[in-house]
């Protein structure tokens, strides 16, 4: 209110000086009532101003206040989780690795019962007992393995460097046969389409396998007996190479397939509930299709199937010759 008064006191005596020089110019008459009606005038109509402009002003600079903090805990908290995340990265790295160990030995230990590799068990429960220790070391290898590549990715500590030029079709065949015998197992058509020219590919071919693999086992898992499974493979004219995985199973709705891409989600229908996992099947493969610059889609509609979309970009496909591949197919 003080400021206001002080405003409005100096506008009064600038309108007083303003009618004062029209005066002596000889533009009005300067006299004792334009002097009172020049500060009732500036009092009635500037007061008011100044004070809602202070009221503004005030509000701003409690708004910038509150911003400035909240800024600050926003950039807090982000150093925090920034932190906590890289700390549990690293925790999952050490872990798997502590826990590779000793499940490596109890796999080839196991192995060795199962095989009757030094002679004969005796009572063949022992050799049932010693391959279901084995295969469920094999499984949680699998899961450690999964869980120690998506922790180094997430912490920035995975990379390309080792990447190679591989064929194409040899690594969807390796994929195939990985596949082929759950999916007969589960009475699933499985068709594996080859490229239709020999495509090169540059990248860590362990990484690219391992994608395929994932993407195919999920699609063999949740589709239905007497379903199908096909995996085709084109050219863009970018010079792109896409690989498309597309089932007859159940299907995700939006909400699903956000689940599904996160880290140990799993989207919650019947079907899904009668297989084991954790939920790092999609994720990881988007992951490392990003890591290699590519891209990972996915389309679904519930009761009606599910596509996934590998891009690889352009400047990784080769024709044989070492050249960039151009596509005759759209």
Do not use: C
């Amino acid at each position: 209110m003080g400021a206001a008064l002080l405003l409005t006191g100096f506008a009064v005596v600038l309108a007083i000086l303003f009618n004062w020089i029209l005066g002596e110019l000889g533009l009005i008459g300067f006299d004792r009532r334009i002097l009172l009606a020049s500060v009732i005038v500036t009092v009635l109509v500037g007061f008011p101003i100044i004070v809602y402009a202070l009221l503004i002003i005030r509000e701003l600079n409690s708004s910038r206040r509150t911003l400035r903090q909240m800024t600050e805990r926003l950039a807090w908290a982000l150093d925090n989780a920034e932190r906590a995340n890289e700390a549990k990265s690293h925790f999952l790295a050490n872990m798997s690795h502590e826990l590779r160990t000793p499940l490596n030995a109890i796999i080839g230990f196991s192995d060795i019962l199962r095989n009757e590799r030094f002679g004969a068990v005796g009572d063949p429960r022992y050799r049932e007992y010693a391959a279901d220790i084995n295969d469920s070391g094999v499984h949680l290898l699998g899961i450690i393995n999964d869980i120690l590549d998506l922790a180094k990715i997430d912490s920035g500590h995975a990379s390309t460097t080792s990447e190679t030029e591989f064929e194409v079709a040899a690594i969807l065949e390796s994929a195939e046969r990985m596949v082929r015998l759950l999916a007969e197992r589960g009475k699933i058509d499985f068709a594996v389409q080859p490229p239709e020219s020999d495509i090169r590919l540059v990248g860590v071919e362990r990484m690219v396998r391992q994608i395929l693999v994932n993407v195919l086992s999920n699609a063999v898992k949740f589709t239905e007996p007497g379903g199908a499974v096909y995996l085709t493979t084109s050219l863009r004219n970018s010079g792109a190479l896409v690989i498309s995985v597309k089932d007859t199973g159940i299907g995700m709705t939006p909400e699903e397939i956000k689940i599904a891409l996160t880290p140990f989600g799993q989207a919650d229908s019947a079907l899904s509930r009668k297989h084991q996992g954790t939920g790092l099947g999609l994720p990881l493969a988007k992951a490392m299709m990003e890591l290699h610059g590519g891209r990972l889609l996915v389309r679904s509609a519930p009761g009606k199937g599910t596509s996934i979309i590998l891009v690889f970009p352009p400047e990784r496909v080769r024709a044989v010759d070492g050249e960039k591949a151009i596509s005759q197919v759209s």
